[in-house]
């Protein structure tokens, strides 16, 4: 019987495209149900036989896992966040159940539940768009390298909509205390931070010879142990005049880069923490976000925070606490949005400032630091005015008998009667009472 009932359901008998005969258990509750799957499963083997269909979706026999660890080893060890990838990957996709599912199981039902179950965890949406990336490239991949025949499932699945970020920027001000407050090595890494608008990968992939004094130019080539940046390419930009001094300090440093370590060589982006060393800066320039009040006296171990920085005693024991001041908590990412914005607030070019940013798209300037076009519009809207201007006033009369002022109208139609010729011209009464004053009276030789 091609179909049977048995005490825990309803099988199906059928000839795989080898030609041997299976016997599957299916979900259907009635005999109706069993006979349509019993018919589709034929039908499906049918397309295959004929070469309509490929014999496997799956010809890797890969879970979710197989397939994330493949694009892992695969594509992401060229990039230069392949250590974020890994983390994010490990934490986020392989210990959770939905890894160990094959690839024919992997829906978009699944997908959308596990953003669900993230976001219910905590994650933020801009993670979230991160953990779908990641399924979605690997899944492209194997696509293209036919390692998985169908769809991409992660196509279906809509992305989370991230609010737009309110970036950490330093005014012209603030930047120049900063450089100002900053120790000499550390001067000239804010500096190039500042002026060129490098990350902090190419600041430390910067070598002496991408630094070209006589011409003025910068050649950003690579990004920490990588040889092109992150947008996958190499750049050259200006040297800005102020930035020179900097630079012609910096290329007094021992081996082949212009940032090196204590040792000549190239500084690992494991042990290279930029922001410590910013806030310190930020600190000590007087850019406070707030400040640490401490009890020393040993055993009491109170302390904490306030806004303002006015000497305060130990409620505990009444000691005086220990003040300390901290930095405005920037990341060093954020002095290459400082950069942006001040160019973009001085009036620079988008597209000028996309080509010193080595943005590939002028979107991604735009849609960035479009924020800093509120400035402009205010300007703009303010020209718009719907309150009426107020008259003139008359200088006060010293005649006797009130004289009538002329209006603005008045005024208005005056000018526009002298422009036209003699003959056209019409007066608007005269001391008779007459209305209108004739042309031929008033003119006799007309």
Same mark, same amino acid.
């Given at each position: 019987m091609p179909v049977e009932l048995r005490a825990d359901g309803f099988y199906i008998r059928y000839r795989d495209v080898d030609g041997v005969w299976k016997y599957?258990?299916?979900?259907?509750?009635?005999?109706?149900?069993?006979?349509?799957?019993?018919?589709e499963v034929e039908r499906t083997i049918e397309r295959k036989e004929l070469?309509?269909?490929?014999?496997?979706?799956?010809?890797?026999?890969?879970?979710?896992?197989?397939l994330l660890q493949w694009w892992l080893d695969t594509f992401s060890v060229e990039s230069a966040a392949h250590g974020r990838n890994v983390g994010t990957v490990t934490n986020q996709l392989l210990k959770d159940p939905i890894a160990g599912l094959r690839l024919e199981l992997v829906t978009r039902a699944r997908l959308e539940q596990l953003l669900i179950d993230k976001k219910r965890a905590g994650l933020g949406a801009e993670s979230l768009n991160h953990i779908r990336g990641f399924v979605q490239r690997a899944f492209g991949a194997a696509i293209r390298l036919e390692k998985w025949v169908g769809t991409n499932p992660v196509d279906a699945v809509?992305?989370?909509?991230?609010?737009?970020?309110a970036y950490q920027t330093l005014t012209a001000d603030e930047a120049a205390r900063v450089l100002a407050a900053a120790?000499?090595?550390?001067?000239?890494?804010?500096?190039?931070?500042?002026y060129a608008a490098l990350r902090k990968g190419e600041v430390v992939a910067l070598r002496k010879r991408d630094v070209d004094?006589?011409?003025?130019?910068?050649?950003?080539r690579g990004s920490n142990e990588r040889e092109v940046t992150k947008g996958g390419h190499h750049d050259t930009i200006p040297i800005h005049p102020e930035l020179r001094p900097y630079l012609v300090t910096a290329m007094g440093s021992p081996g082949l880069y212009v940032f090196p370590d204590s040792e000549g060589r190239m500084r690992r982006s494991s042990g290279f923490f930029p922001e410590r060393m910013l806030r310190r800066t930020l600190a000590k320039a007087g850019i406070v976000e707030h400040y640490a009040l401490k009890c020393r006296r040993q055993g009491c171990g109170f302390s904490m925070?306030?806004?303002?920085?006015?000497?305060?005693?130990?409620?505990?024991?009444?000691?005086? !606490?220990?003040? &300390? #001041?901290?930095?405005r908590q920037l990341r060093f990412h954020? !002095?290459?949005? &400082? #950069?942006?914005?001040?160019?973009?607030?001085?009036?620079?070019d988008l597209h000028a400032v996309q080509r010193i940013l080595?943005?590939?798209?002028?979107?991604?300037?735009?849609?960035?630091?479009?924020?800093?076009?509120?400035?402009?519009?205010?300007e703009q809207i303010a020209r718009m005015s719907m309150t009426p201007k107020a008259s003139p006033t008359a200088p006060p009369s010293t005649l006797a008998t009130p004289l009538l002022l002329a209006t603005n109208d008045d005024l208005e139609s005056d000018r526009a009667q002298k422009k036209k010729p003699a003959f056209l011209r019409v007066s608007p009464g005269g001391a008779d009472g007459t209305r209108t004053r004739g042309l031929r009276r008033d003119r006799p030789a007309l």
């Open positions: 599957r258990k299916t979900t259907a509750r009635t005999l109706r149900d069993a006979e349509h799957l019993l018919h070469g309509l269909e490929p014999l496997t979706r799956n010809p890797e026999n890969w879970t979710l896992a197989d809509r992305k989370v909509k991230v609010p737009p970020r120790s000499p090595d550390h001067a000239t890494i804010i500096a190039v931070a500042l004094l006589e011409q003025g130019l910068l050649h950003v925070e306030t806004e303002t920085p006015e000497d305060r005693t130990c409620p505990r024991c009444n000691f005086k !606490l220990w003040k &300390t #001041a901290i930095g954020d !002095l290459r949005h &400082t #950069a942006a914005t001040l160019m973009l607030q001085a009036s620079a080595r943005h590939r798209n002028p979107q991604t300037t735009m849609r960035t630091y479009g924020h800093l076009q509120q400035d402009y519009l205010h």
